[in-house]
Nanobody
């Protein structure tokens, strides 16, 4: 069992920045992938960014060039640096961990609100 704890959400004005953190309860160095998802009110949860065990990254088109996912295996933590935030980025952001195929864990979510 892996526990994930997100932090760093909050209220920010459009154009501002936030950095989300996701701390895992165990080592993430061998995980297949970790990622960030978000869910806005009335919408389905969507992938924001993912980083594989090999360090490859992938982003939703809507955040490319603005968001950066990174990983610190020594701290068992994954980050999401969010710059040039827009009101449409407002959502609950969830951390996701995939230690191996068909196994995944979710954090409790952290609210990000971007005011116009």
């Amino acid at each position: 069992q892996v526990q994930l704890v997100e932090s760093g959400g909050g209220l920010v004005q459009a154009g501002g920045s936030l950095r989300l953190s996701c701390a895992a309860s165990g080592s993430i160095s061998s995980f297949n992938a970790m990622g960030w998802y978000r869910q806005a009110p009335g919408k389905q949860r969507e992938l924001v960014a993912i980083i594989t065990g090999g360090g490859n990254t992938n982003y939703a088109d809507s955040v490319k060039g603005r968001f950066t996912i990174s990983r610190d295996s020594a701290k068992n933590t994954v980050y999401l640096q969010m710059n040039s935030l827009k009101p449409e980025d407002t959502a609950v952001y969830y951390c996701n961990a995939r230690p191996r195929i068909l196994v995944e864990y979710w954090g409790q979510g952290t609210q990000v609100t971007v005011s116009s």
